[in-house]
């Protein structure tokens, strides 16, 4: 069966380290995982690599891994525009981001569901006309104080959270492909914290 998995984060070098990009974390780990790398996806802005999830057959699954050239709230074009080259339905659709609302090294799989103010999915759904689809959520807490949550979502992990954060990179690339060869209700048992 073929997949896309789309990390979301903002392009380019000054955002690669900060908690809105553990999405591109995650496909970044799943192609290196494949032996895969990205490459300019024509005509779309957005990178994509192939990778082949399961063991050779018939049960094998391909994933199109896809990071938007986009910043986060105009994702759901590049999305879109993959979806329809690829002629995937939402349905074969995985989603990886950050969320606020679940504490630093936990994490959760679900199917559907609202946008819960994060403008990635805001912009997928616009674009795609659907929220049907599914997402595999990595917590980051929230904000410290009285900080702005899209200057702590903005900012870098620290530095001590570092090992923490790879090893939550390392499971939501598990669960990701738990998800595409185990289904959703064995892969929540396993991961959803």
């Known amino acids: 069966m073929l997949w896309l998995v789309v990390g979301l984060g903002n392009p380019g070098p000054t955002y690669a380290g900060h908690r809105h990009n553990v999405g591109f974390m995650v496909v970044d780990e799943l192609a290196r995982r494949g032996g895969a790398r990205f490459a300019a996806a024509k005509g779309i802005r957005a990178e994509t690599a192939d990778v082949r999830v399961g063991p050779p057959g018939p049960d094998q699954h391909r994933l199109v891994l896809a990071k938007s050239r ?4 105009e994702t759901g074009g590049p999305v879109s525009g993959l979806l329809s080259y690829y ?12 969320e606020l609302d679940i504490d630093p090294t936990q994490l959760r799989v679900k199917h559907g569901g609202g946008d819960n103010g994060h403008n990635g999915l805001k912009s997928i759904r616009r674009s795609i006309g659907t929220g049907d689809y599914y997402r595999v959520r990595i917590g980051v807490g929230r904000p410290p104080g ?5 200057d702590f979502l903005l900012s870098n992990f620290a530095a001590s959270a570092r090992t ?12 990701v492909e738990s998800l595409v060869e185990q289904g959703l ?4 048992s396993a991961f959803n914290s």
């Open 70 to 73: 986009t910043y986060m709230n």
């Open 87 to 98: 002629k995937i339905e939402p349905s074969a659709l995985v989603v990886v981001h950050d």
């Open 146 to 150: 009285r900080q702005d949550p899209a």
């Open 164 to 175: 923490d954060v790879e090893i939550e990179v390392q499971r939501a690339a598990d669960a």
């Open 185 to 188: 209700e064995r892969t929540q």
